[in-house]
């Protein structure tokens, strides 16, 4: 079946270091997405990439979809406290309809 | 707008009782989904929706029963409960203006309902 995965699992930087989540799927993806969960709480729609090699940013959060669009990443630039959660990309179910799979999830902490 | 709205937030039960996991929306959207997470693990899909009166199984169903009856709202229902379904429970809604090809949609996420099966 189809899997996404995400490397690293997890992460401990110094505030203000930079910081890289990679994904990683066994299948072809038409788009992906990316969220965020903060401690606690609830996954939150981050961007949706969708064409091959595309690059999005926002403010300090620059996102990639790879050329072969079977891989994307994530990259924070100079980590805040404010960063401190687990980030998922999620890619479309093999199944289609509005499903996605999501992956395994990169949990980033923050040392001040 | 309150967007997706789940209760409870917290609960309790024993082994073999059963529960409902009530979720309303109220964006209008028509496709509505109920998550699984495990502590420190990703999201398990269990039933989705692609709107009043249609349902489909996820990744992991056994256990668990849903329903439509309306586009605001997809109660779970667990029935015979076991220590397995310990879980954070998170139901999602998403608009879509067609199917497959249109592409996926951002998932809204409520906040969550915390079973402990004891």
């Known amino acids: 079946g189809q899997q996404v995965m995400q490397i690293p699992q997890y992460q401990h930087v110094q505030e203000g270091e930079d910081f890289t989540t990679y994904c990683n799927s066994s299948?072809?993806?038409?788009?992906i997405q990316w969220y965020k969960q903060r401690p606690g709480g609830h996954p939150v729609f981050l961007i949706q990439?969708?064409?091959?090699?595309e690059v999005k940013k926002q403010k300090r959060l620059t996102f990639q979809f790879g050329e072969a669009k079977k891989n994307s990443s994530l990259h924070i630039t100079a980590t805040q406290t404010t960063d401190v959660g687990t980030y998922f990309c999620?890619?479309?179910?093999?199944?289609?309809?509005?499903?996605?799979?999501f992956g395994t999830g990169t949990k980033l902490q923050v040392i001040p | 707008n309150a967007g997706v709205t789940q209760t409870p937030k917290f609960r309790i039960l024993k082994i073999g009782q059963s529960m409902t996991l009530q979720c309303t929306q109220d964006?209008?959207?028509?496709?509505m989904y109920w998550y699984r997470q495990d502590p420190g693990m990703g999201l398990k899909l269990i039933y989705y929706?692609?709107?009043?009166?249609i349902t489909d199984k996820g990744e992991v169903p056994n256990g668990y029963n849903v329903s439509r009856s309306t586009t605001e709202d997809f109660p779970l229902r667990l029935e015979l409960a076991a220590p397995s379904q310990t879980s954070v429970y998170f139901c999602?809604?998403?608009?879509?203006?067609?199917?497959w090809g249109v592409g996926n949609q951002p998932q809204h996420f409520g906040d969550g309902t915390r079973l402990s099966i004891l």
């Open positions: 999620a890619g479309p179910y093999s199944g289609g309809y509005q499903k996605v799979t």
């Open positions: 299948t072809t993806l038409s788009n």
């Open positions: 964006m209008n959207h028509n496709y």
């Open positions: 999602a809604s998403s608009y879509s203006r067609g199917g």
């Open positions: 929706s692609v709107g009043a009166g």
């Open positions: 990439l969708v064409k091959s090699g």
